[in-house]
Each structure stands twice: as structure tokens, then as C-alpha cells.
């Protein structure tokens, strides 16, 4: 069962334009919020967190958003930049229970 | 420092070898994960270990065994491959110092594998 749910496997933006990715979840348990990057041959690498008390949280060109009602939660670029391509991963957690989404491929055209 | 590294890079095995990958970390971290990686499945956690000397079931433990018996590093035993088993593995690793899952976890490239 796919409690996490990236349903774009890929988003192609213009360079300077806002890049929203998206991810859905099925779990009401789950209390913290994670999105890692990947690029092809490395590991992912962390991004930025939420937990589930915030509905917003911001590190220079990333902002998480988090609607718990909704079970939805996305991640906003501005602006978007050509390094920014890359494989992005959300994660929901709950105690030691991590699960992750199937990706979405962002494609930052210059 | 060179982070999270993992051993092979690439491995080819037939149905039924065993095999160990290796994950070494630094940092001196206390936790470190395996997941695996498949197409349209993101990353599922393995097994991973809190500290040295314990281990613990992910969300697919099934066909594999690990062991902690030094803080820097995380084996992933194979004792009998299948088919079912080939995936990208990630290893993992981070602080521990309050919630382990909650902290930027440290991955490493990866080890390909291919069972026939």
C-alpha cells in the first residue's frame, strides 16, 4: 500500500518561474514531513522539513506548504534555476515509520 | 570526510548467491538505514540500526540480514538471492542525537544490483 503519493512523475518549468511539486498522503499518524533531492548516480540529499504543528516552512527558494486536512503537502521553487533539475522525494513520518513517494522528475528549462 | 560511502558500486549475482554490501560513515553518527530504490516505488526502508549492537525491521525486511558490530559501519546481507531482489540500494546515516528519522539523514551513492 502507497501511503505516500507523488502522483506527477515529472514537471517541466521555465527557468526564473515557480516550480509545485506535490505529494499526497494516506496516514493521519504521520507527524513530520521531509523532501530529499536526487540527482542521477548520488544519493538523495536533504532539502527541508515540516512538522506537523506548522503548516509553512521556508529556507530561502523552498517553501514547504502542509494541509493536513487535506493529507496534501507540496513544495514550492521560486525561482526556479537549471541546477534545481533533479528528482525530488517527499516523506511522511510516524515514530521510526518512514515512507517515501515515487519521485517526480522537475526539469528546469534555461 | 568522505560521508556515507558504500561497497560495491555494482554487483551481478545468480539466483541463490549470497552476498554482503557494505555502508561506512565518518561522521560519527549514530543511526544508519538501508533502503532499497525501485522504479515507480521511491525508497523503502529496509532494516536500520539505532546505534551499535541493534538492529531493527524496516518496512521490507524480508530476504535480507544486517549487522551494527562497529559504529561506523552498516552491513546488508543477502543469504539467498531472487530475482525479486534486484534494486539500487541506499545507505544512510544520521546523528541520532534527538529523533534519528526526523534529522537529515546522510545518503551514499548507492550499490547497483542485478540478481539473474
Known amino acids: 500500500d502507497q501511503q505516500v503519493k507523488q502522483n506527477s512523475p515529472s514537471l517541466s518549468v521555465q527557468e526564473g518561474r515557480i516550480s509545485i511539486l506535490n505529494c499526497d498522503y494516506t496516514?493521519?499518524?504521520?507527524?513530520?514531513f521531509l523532501w530529499y533531492k536526487k540527482y542521477p548516480a548520488e544519493g538523495p540529499t536533504f532539502l527541508i522539513s515540516?512538522?506537523?504543528?506548522?503548516d509553512k516552512n521556508e529556507d530561502g527558494r523552498f517553501t514547504v506548504f502542509l494541509n493536513k486536512s487535506a493529507k496534501h503537502l507540496s513544495l514550492h521553487i521560486v525561482p526556479s534555476q537549471p541546477g534545481d533539475s533533479a528528482v525530488y522525494f517527499c516523506?511522511?513520518?510516524?515514530?521510526?515509520?518512514?515512507?517515501f513517494g515515487a519521485g517526480t522528475r522537475l526539469t528546469v528549462k534555461p | 570526510n568522505a560521508g556515507v560511502t558504500q561497497t560495491p558500486k555494482f554487483r551481478v549475482l545468480k539466483t541463490g548467491q549470497s552476498m554482503t554490501l557494505l555502508c561506512a560513515q565518518d561522521m560519527n553518527h549514530e543511526y544508519m538505514y538501508w533502503y532499497r530504490q525501485d522504479p515507480g516505488m521511491g525508497l523503502r526502508l529496509i532494516h536500520y540500526s539505532v546505534g551499535e549492537g541493534t538492529t531493527a525491521k524496516g518496512e521490507v525486511p524480508d530476504g535480507y540480514n544486517v549487522s551494527r558490530l562497529k559504529k561506523q559501519n552498516f552491513l546488508l546481507g543477502l543469504e539467498s538471492a531472487a530475482p525479486s531482489q534486484t534494486s539500487v540500494y541506499f545507505c544512510?546515516?544520521?546523528?541520532?542525537?534527538?529523533?534519528?528519522?526526523?534529522?537529515?539523514?546522510?545518503f551514499g551513492p548507492g550499490t547497483r544490483l542485478l540478481v539473474l
Open positions: 544512510a546515516s544520521s546523528p541520532g542525537r534527538t529523533s534519528g528519522f526526523q534529522e537529515t539523514q546522510y
Open positions: 496516514n493521519s499518524m504521520f507527524d513530520y
Open positions: 516523506a511522511a513520518l510516524n515514530n521510526n515509520d518512514m515512507r
Open positions: 515540516i512538522s506537523s504543528i506548522k
